[in-house]
């Protein structure tokens, strides 16, 4: 009886090539191109899970990089105009410190003063929204009405156990609160004092042949988030100062802590300037009625178009520009994976990445560290022309 061929044998070889040969060339590519998209995926879902897991740490620490994309620039700017480094990070957080605090300060003063006549005209507009279900063209009477109160009570009642439980939980989510603040101040004040040397390390770690790479797309990206950072920080402020002046004309209550919501809110593009203008609308209409609330919606669709098709496009420029379909997009995927903090870096991420996805395919970092690096153009600010009686006084220092 003949032994079968040994795996060696052309024989093997042959069927090997047949079976080969018998699988179309495009199952073949989509074979080859399903393990790797695989592999990958996995790749990312276990990065994913690790900093959902991780939040507590990776989310103050990512608010932390932001702070100081935002900080950098203007210690920067002090040094060099003579300030001693310690001095200038010490004058930046404490600016951070004392706008934040202002703000606080005057959102509870403002809140704290229309309190009474918040809860009036909240009882008012209940009793309106009532005798509104009671007439035309719904016509409910008092017993429905209070049918569908008592089930939403008996549904909140259900429900009892998760805010119990909630609320022996606030000591903890204090102190998560606290811990974050914390961890968020620290890392802010390391990245400034030694961003470069923390950098140097993480480049470190990759292999040598990625070195090189792994650095210049580090700083391409890094130019690219404190761009982000300015930018959205000018946007939001516009916002703010746009939907408060429209409230502030109309006679609203707690315009501050409105014009402070919307300038929050503006960080989460589309979508947190969308939710916290419906806000805003809903306050107009609670208080000073419908042609109040129309002319807040108009007021808040005009900023809204204003930085949609004027303030992003110009200021932004095309170094952090990305498609408004990708920015729902990513706003989505981010919410969805993290909630609010998701929403809140999925765009500055989106944008930081793409830069670094195209220095890497531009082969620019061949050429060595310093070498400029030709890619999009930056914000406006920086595309600007100078004065002619700028460039002749640096080029005769130069000279």
Request: cysteine-free; overall charge positive; aromatic content about 8%.
């Amino acid at each position: 009886m003949a032994r079968p061929p040994a795996p060696n044998h052309p024989a093997s070889e042959s069927t090997d090539d047949t079976v080969e040969s018998s699988i179309p060339r495009g199952v073949r590519l989509s074979a080859a191109w399903s393990w790797r998209l695989l592999l990958i995926g996995a790749v990312i879902a276990v990065v994913v899970f690790l900093i959902v897991q991780l939040r507590l740490i990776v989310v103050p620490v990512l608010v932390a990089v932001l702070l100081a994309a935002l900080l950098v620039p203007f210690v920067d700017w002090l040094a060099h105009h003579s300030w001693p480094r310690w001095l200038a990070i010490v004058v930046a957080l404490a600016a951070v410190l004392v706008v934040v605090g202002g703000l606080v300060v005057l959102v509870v003063w403002q809140i704290r003063g229309e309190a009474q006549a918040l809860q009036h005209r909240s009882g008012q507009a209940f009793d309106d929204f009532k005798a509104w279900l009671q007439g035309p063209p719904l016509e409910l009477t008092d017993k429905q009405i209070d049918s569908y109160v008592s089930q939403a009570l008996k549904a909140l009642q259900q429900d009892s156990q998760v805010l119990i439980s909630g609320a022996l939980s606030i000591g903890s989510t204090l102190g998560h609160v606290f811990t974050g603040a914390v961890l968020t101040a620290f890392s802010t004040l390391f990245i400034l004092i030694d961003g470069k040397g923390i950098w140097s390390w993480i480049v470190r770690i990759f292999p040598r042949g990625a070195r090189a790479a792994t650095d210049g797309a580090g700083r391409a990206g890094w130019v690219t988030l404190t761009s982000f950072a300015r930018v959205q920080v000018l946007v939001a402020s516009i916002d703010a100062l746009g939907i408060g002046l429209v409230a502030f004309f109309l006679g609203l209550p707690l315009v501050i802590p409105i014009a402070v919501l919307v300038f929050l809110g503006s960080f989460i593009p589309i979508v947190g300037a969308v939710i916290t203008g419906a806000l805003a609308v809903v306050v107009a209409l609670v208080y000073n009625g419908w042609v109040a609330a129309i002319i807040m919606l108009a007021g808040v669709l005009a900023v809204q178009q204003l930085e949609g098709h004027v303030l992003q496009p110009l200021i932004m420029g095309s170094a952090v520009k990305v498609h408004p379909l990708a920015v729902v997009l990513v706003v989505a995927a981010g919410s969805l994976l993290a909630g609010i903090p998701g929403a809140l870096f999925a765009v500055p991420f989106a944008a930081v990445l793409n830069v670094m996805v195209r220095y890497v395919s531009s082969g620019a970092w061949r050429a060595g560290p310093d070498a400029p690096y030709t890619g999009p153009p930056d914000a406006l600010w920086k595309t600007v022309p100078r004065p002619r009686r700028w460039r002749d006084r640096r080029d005769a220092a130069a000279s």
